[in-house]
């Protein structure tokens, strides 16, 4: 760069040498900065105010960002098949903007909202209108967003839907064995999934775990009596019942076999149980055989 002429020397020795800059390095450096100055493509947070009021008809949020700012962040900084985090989510008006923007250009994004259920102040409107936290007013608004697009765009098949999710610890109790009666210890983890869980908080761990999307879709069908998901169309099936007697240990298995045929997942397939709904080991044994023989061959117990 010196041999280049690229370096400005300081006149004192005190000064600092400095990089020479050329118009035509300007301008690629920070053509994203200078498209925010209009408030055409920031709007103003009264439009924000505005938008989420005449969502709800009256005002539910203070200072919600308008949607113009997030759509011009998303049009710049995201693409087909990019996935937007807001993790400070709020009235959510960054999935708003999400959805708007996928509307305009008809490419596909995704969005995950993180709030916090902060409860909103007693005597706010939100709270009389029920939304006791502000997590509930961003799945409204999301909601009546989704809508208004639809509304709008009739024509429009992009998919507008989302999934609630709420974290909380593990389905599967932690072992902590009390070393003075190791043996009732053993008797009371026999069912070691924590009390008072549904099934579809087993599943959605089960996903997590095995690192599938949580937005795959999920299918229900009751075979024998037992409801059985298949999730991502057969890749993983799971029958979270409490109780598989040994009579029902066929015709459970011949349905999941019927089903997994019926949907040709690509890959391996794997079925998951309860580990405390099998009578015994034996039966856990029969029900392992017999999808075997038709092919399925990772059969797992939680
Ligand atoms: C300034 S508001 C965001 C408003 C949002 N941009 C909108 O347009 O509606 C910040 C939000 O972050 C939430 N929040 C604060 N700390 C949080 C945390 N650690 N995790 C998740 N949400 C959080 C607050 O409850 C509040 O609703």
Redo the contacts with the bound molecule.
Sequence with gaps: MIKEGRILFPKKSSGRPREKKFLADLQSSVTGFSTWLSSKETGFTTH?TREVSNLFNTKI?D???PTKLIETICKQASEEGDIVL?????????AHAVMKVCNEDGETRRFIM???P?PTDGKSLANKAGYIT?AKIGQERIRRAAAKIKEENPEYEGDLGFKVFKLDSSNIRAWNPDRNDLEQTLIDHMEHLVEGRSEEDVLYELLLKRGVDLTVPIEEKTITGKTVYSIGYGVLFACLDTAISRDEIEDLAKGIIDWHKELEPAGDTQVVFRDSAFANDIAKTNMTAILEQHGIAHVKSL
């Excluded at 807001?86 to 960054?94: E, K, L, Q, R, V």
């Design positions: 924000g949020f200072f919600p960002k807001d993790f400070f989510a709020g009235s959510c008006t960054t993180i709030q916090l902060e502000i």
